[in-house]
């Protein structure tokens, strides 16, 4: 099929993946008019993997010399109005970013065959983040809830399940999200890093560590690694007034949709036995032989 329903969103594929229409016009924007530049930083992710931590951890990474904590931006603003995302916020709202000073921290949802050619072509960087599927699910789930009245009730959580197994969901199918960035990034580390939330939960110091020096700001004492871990934390940024008001940009989504439970492992809270064999059983045909090992 060409259009499918998930939930209340009518979905499109283009480009192998599901969108809603209005996303794709978006994407096709980025597609003719984004420009990277060398020293640009893109943030890669699919929906519900930690794209808010990235879009914390990376803006305090790079100005994690500079100021204290009442100069850091994540106090004022949700971190999804710190970095913006190329075709939901940049290119919908007409954006000029050719303003920005490098470099520019930006953030797409598209998969690694649908990015502007700039941005494989160019010398910028991508840090790609892949988070266990049922972990995505369950969040994706909470997340499409936020948005439906108290009448509707929540989604149906077998329904959701269906299309998130079947990959028609946003920017799905996830597991395809995922492999195409991994290949990439085993072809091009240089380019693309590619890290896992679970992994990240474990041990922070370790792999913002690496993502630091990624980007060319390996960090010069343990104190800024812990400065940085710190303002980006999400006890910290689930509690600051900015992010338990508001919403972020059209979306409707409240500013604390964002900050749910911050956790590995709340698919066990969920998932029945039959849904955990029917997926545990579609990720190991998937990644069969890919050198891909996702937590799941
Ligand atoms: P849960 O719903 O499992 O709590 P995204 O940012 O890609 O939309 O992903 C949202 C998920 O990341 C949510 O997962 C959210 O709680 C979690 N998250 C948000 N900010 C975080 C942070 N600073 N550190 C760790 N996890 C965070």
Same mark, same amino acid.
């Given at each position: ?11 499109? *594929? &283009?480009?192998g993946? &599901? ?14 008019h984004?420009e ?5 930083? !893109? ?8 794209t ?8 305090s990474?790079? @100005?994690?010399t ?8 994540l106090?004022?603003? /949700?971190?999804?109005?710190?970095v913006?995302t190329?075709e939901?916020q ?9 303003? $920005? ?11 690694? /065959? ?8 160019? @010398? ?6 892949a ?8 969040s994706?789930w909470h997340?499409?809830? *936020?948005?439906r ?28 999200? +995922? ?18 939330y679970?992994?990240?939960?474990r041990n922070? *110091?370790?792999? +913002?560590? /690496? ?10 004492? /343990?104190?800024?690694l812990?400065? +940085? $871990? ?5 006890g910290?940024? *689930?509690? $600051? ?13 409240p500013?604390?949709?964002f ?7 709340d698919?066990?809270?969920?998932f ?9 059983? !579609? +990720? ?7 050198g891909?090992? $996702?937590?799941?």
């Open positions: 099929p060409k259009q499918i329903w998930f939930g209340h969103y009518e979905l499109c *594929k &283009w480009e993946s &599901w969108y809603s229409p209005p996303v794709i016009e978006g994407a096709l924007a980025a597609q003719s984004f990277a530049r060398d020293d640009d930083i !893109i943030i890669a992710s699919s929906m519900k993997v930690g808010t931590w990235l879009k914390s951890l990376i803006p990474i790079m @100005n994690c500079q100021g204290n904590d009442h100069d850091d931006p106090i004022a603003k /949700n971190p999804h109005n710190v913006h190329l939901l940049v290119y919908p709202k007409k954006q000029d970013i050719s303003t $920005l000073p490098s470099p520019r921290i930006l953030h797409t949802h598209l998969p690694y /065959n649908s990015l502007p050619d700039s941005i494989k072509n160019s @010398n910028c960087k991508i840090v790609y983040i988070r266990n599927p049922k972990d995505v699910f369950v994706l997340f499409m809830n *936020k948005l009245t108290e009448d509707e009730g929540p989604f149906p959580i077998e329904e959701a399940f269906e299309n998130f197994c079947s990959g028609a969901h946003f920017y799905g199918p996830y597991l395809d999200h +995922v492999l195409e960035y991994w290949n990439k990034s085993r072809t091009l580390p240089h380019k693309i890093l590619f890290l896992k679970e992994e990240m939960k922070p *110091k370790e792999h +913002v560590g /690496n993502l630091a020096s990624f980007l060319g700001k390996p960090f010069a004492n /343990n104190e800024e812990e400065i +940085v $871990l710190w303002r980006s934390s999400f910290r940024l *689930k509690n $600051l007034e900015v992010n338990k008001s508001g919403t972020v940009f059209s979306s409707g989504f500013n604390s949709s900050f749910r439970l911050g956790t590995t492992g698919w066990k809270n969920y029945t036995p039959e849904m955990q064999e029917c997926l545990d059983e !579609i +990720v190991r045909l998937k990644y069969e032989g890919t891909l090992d $996702l937590e799941i």
